[in-house]
């Protein structure tokens, strides 16, 4: 079985620029998170989604992230524009979505702002 | 609120020798709790889950934890390390509700190595 398929794994980009993450979740999967790991801490939660609908996207900033998941399977994570402090690895996981259910998670994007 | 801190953010162990990486939580609902580890350049991999039925709980690779709710603490054990074990470790809690969407909150992570 195919895990969770994440991409492009590495992205340099120049400050104010625009960038986009893509995610492809496990199959069968209704609930997708996207979260940030900043350098030497833990994953923090941005938004997640049940099938298409984001139900939790209070640590999401909304100024400058946006995010989307059609038809509720793969899922974008936009930026616009990106500031020095976007610096991360962005992580996408997905889960039955049932109570304590194994979130996994996929190699995830390094985004270096410069 | 739930909230997950891990004493020592990084820890040096010989190979063969005991690994013990610390974990304290807390919440205010009875918790469900985590260890992932995440080797370099890779996503998070579930070492093992506590879901409120035995306090001892076993993974895999040889790890394991121990809930004991009067201490508020998870900590994760490995009697004998290998080389392989060298990765970054983290500790998570949740109230393990669906109508909290199975919300992790993680601990900020221990950088294993280990020494030959």
């Known amino acids: 079985e195919a895990g969770v398929v994440q991409s492009p794994r590495y992205k340099i980009i120049e400050k104010k620029q625009p960038v986009a993450f893509w995610c492809n979740p496990i199959s069968g999967h209704n609930t997708l998170y996207w979260y940030r790991q900043n350098l030497g801490q833990g994953p923090e939660l941005l938004i997640r989604?049940?099938?298409?609908?984001?139900?939790?996207d209070s640590q999401l900033p909304k100024d400058r992230f946006s995010a989307e998941r059609l038809k509720g399977v793969d899922s974008t994570l936009k930026i616009q524009p990106a500031e020095l402090g976007d610096s991360a690895v962005y992580l996408c996981a997905s889960s039955l979505g049932r109570g304590t259910d194994t979130q996994y998670f996929g190699p995830g994007t390094r985004l270096t702002v410069l | 609120a739930q909230s997950v801190t891990q004493l020592g953010s990084h820890v040096s162990v010989s190979e063969g020798a005991l690994v013990l990486l610390r974990c304290n939580y807390s919440?205010?609902?009875?918790?469900?709790l985590f260890w992932y580890v995440q080797y370099p350049n890779q996503g998070l991999q579930l070492l093992l889950k506590y879901t409120s039925a035995a306090t001892l709980v076993k993974g895999i690779n040889g790890f394991e934890a121990e809930f004991k709710k009067s201490e508020t603490s998870f900590h994760l054990t490995k009697p004998s390390a290998h080389m392989s074990d060298a990765a970054e470790y983290f500790c998570?809690?949740?109230?393990?509700?669906?109508?909290?969407?199975?919300?992790?909150?993680f601990g900020g992570g221990t950088r294993v190595l280990v020494k030959p």
């Open positions: 919440s205010s609902v009875p918790p469900y």
């Open positions: 989604y049940e099938n298409e609908e984001a139900v939790d």
């Open positions: 998570a809690v949740s109230d393990g509700s669906q109508a909290a969407g199975n919300k992790r909150t």
